[in-house]
């Protein structure tokens, strides 16, 4: 999770400095932001994207962080941000909707494909808790919804996850 390592990280980001410290806590983040982003498109190509765009979003909104111990969660919702919007470009342009047909796939291909099949609320909700181990609390703020619909969304996400599984099995 995001919280390791996290003194350094904050005041670097949340700080005033030069570009030279800013690109190191961006070079912090980058793996972790990576990890979300991946766990929310579920395509290495397209997770690689929605990360450079969440740290470029972040580097030029980095005045706009008041307080260096919320970084974490700023972060984390400017990627579930540009995650979400390239799972709706992905299904309006209809790319990514074919599902390999390779018995040799390994199960994390596999789960990430039953991940895109997805509708995209669904699909955060799952890579947030499930993925990512975070709280109905830390999800509930990276989404900006209640923790109660938290709740509804991950129990409604995981019968669809469910019956998606049983389908293409």
């Not at 018995?103 to 994390?108: I, P, V, Y």
Request: aromatic share 6%.
């Amino acid at each position: 999770m995001l919280v390791e390592a996290m003194t350094e990280e904050q005041s670097l980001l949340g700080a005033k400095t030069g570009s030279e410290d800013v690109e190191r806590a961006i070079g912090l983040y980058r793996d972790r932001v990576f990890r979300l982003a991946l766990a929310i498109v579920g395509d290495r190509d397209l997770a690689e994207d929605v990360a450079q765009e969440t740290l470029v979003r972040a580097y030029r909104a980095r005045k706009t962080l008041k307080d260096s111990a919320s970084a974490e969660a700023w972060l984390r919702k400017i990627c579930v941000r540009q995650g979400l919007n390239a799972l709706r470009r992905r299904r309006l342009f209809g790319l990514g909707e074919e599902v390999a047909g390779d018995e040799n796939a390994t199960s994390d291909v596999e789960v990430r494909q039953v991940l895109a099949s997805l509708a995209p609320e669904h699909a955060v909700i799952l890579a947030l808790v499930q993925f990512e181990g975070l709280s109905y609390r830390e999800a509930s703020e990276a989404l900006g919804i209640p923790e109660g619909t938290v709740a509804s969304r991950l129990n409604a996400a995981r019968s669809a996850f469910k019956a998606a599984w049983e389908g293409a099995e």
